[in-house]
């Protein structure tokens, strides 16, 4: 396959200034990397919280910028080392932002790291697959991660995968916070395949039949007291005790002390921010015994690769079985231009239930 020296792009020239599409050279990957098309990417909420401060600061180290942190394409180039997928394989992979953006996926090719990438299973596609990475890497590592870490990072609990892990918490309660939220939709499923029942989420009673198809057994109105939801979980769990919440909107310090709040003594929350100084100190020191796990969502990391490997190792085939799946997708037009307008919604709380997907290779 010809591949280009330059691609479309969409670029983000300096802080609190608006994404515009541009052009951007296509590099080439190292031995263990491989070069991917990408036919589909996903938007994110830090797609729009990065371009003004206090995000611009920490994620950006030079101009113009690039982001997009979730892709799927095909596999046009592979380093010399690289064993596991060839030229012409369908791909999900994660994203993400470096000093050349070279695995930023609000462009039309990029370059990838050869372990986080999974083949795409027939039964799935290439904009489902791109609903997946970053909301999985993010789940997996606050559930999961078992190696060291900096204080907090994860809960650390048994993975589902693993033959302890399938069984230690079976018949066990799980309250979701969030459940329509891309986070929430694997954290439900990924409750589920730890066994866990009841599988109790908040969520806008709309999106019922959507988060009881992946796993939850019970939908609570969002917009309820926080008193009232908390006397609904009590009731379903019959008095046993919550020992697991997850809260997948932890940018309102109210969702995580509904979290903190439902759970029983010695519980454990996994809230999807990276530090505890992201949330009310009531929330990061909750007393009883309760603990809190952060997370930084990415496999990039030293003490995540491992994970990564793991979890991109067995991708396809959880796919492949329906033990995992997409979120809901809405395509939006013009490719890469249809992103800001997208951002926008998402800003504005606009999108429920699913998430946002746009191509780049359809940008005029």
């Not at 690289?82 to 462009?107: H, Y």
């Not at 793991?310 to 995992?324: D, I, P, Q, S, V």
Request: aromatic share 8%.
């Amino acid at each position: 396959m010809s591949i280009p020296a330059t691609q479309r792009a969409l670029l983000l020239h300096k802080e609190s200034t608006p994404y515009v599409v541009g052009e951007a050279a296509v590099h080439h990957p190292g031995p263990e990397e491989v070069l991917v098309k990408i036919m589909a990417c996903a938007l994110n909420p830090i797609d729009h919280a990065v371009v003004n401060p206090p995000y611009t600061q920490l994620f950006i180290k030079s101009w113009p910028y690039i982001s997009g942190y979730d892709g799927s394409g095909v596999v046009v180039e592979v380093g010399s080392q690289v064993t596991n997928v060839k030229e012409g394989d369908k791909v999900l992979f994660p994203g993400g932002s470096n000093p050349q953006e070279l695995s930023a996926t609000f462009k039309q090719y990029a370059v990838i790291p050869a372990y986080l990438t999974a083949i795409i299973p027939d039964n799935i596609t290439f904009e489902q697959a791109a609903s997946i990475p970053l909301a999985l890497a993010t789940d997996i590592i606050v559930l999961y991660n078992q190696s060291p870490a900096p204080e907090n990072l994860s809960l650390g609990l048994k993975p589902f995968w693993e033959p302890e892990g399938a069984t230690a918490y079976a018949g066990t309660p799980a309250f979701i916070i969030g459940g329509a939220s891309s986070l929430g939709q694997y954290a439900i499923q990924f409750a589920k395949l730890a066994g866990h029942n009841p599988i109790i989420t908040t969520a806008s009673l709309h999106n019922t039949p959507l988060l009881t198809s992946f796993g939850a057994t019970h939908v609570v109105d969002r917009t309820l007291p926080k008193e009232e939801i908390l006397a609904q979980v009590s009731k379903i769990t019959e008095g046993n005790p919550l020992k697991f919440a997850f809260v997948a909107v932890p940018h309102d310090p109210e969702p995580c002390r509904l979290g903190r709040d439902a759970l029983a003594p010695g519980g454990a929350l996994a809230i999807v921010l990276p530090s505890p100084d992201r949330v009310p100190a009531d929330v990061a020191n909750p007393g009883d015994g309760k603990r809190v796990g952060y997370v930084f969502g990415s496999f990039r990391l030293p003490y995540t690769k491992e994970l990564g490997i793991a979890t991109y190792t067995r991708l396809t085939g959880w796919l492949e079985k329906g033990l995992l799946k997409p979120n809901p997708v809405e395509v939006l037009p013009n490719g890469l231009a249809g992103i800001p307008e997208g951002l926008e919604r998402i800003k504005a709380n606009k999108v429920s239930g699913k998430k946002l997907v746009a191509r780049p290779q359809e940008t005029p």
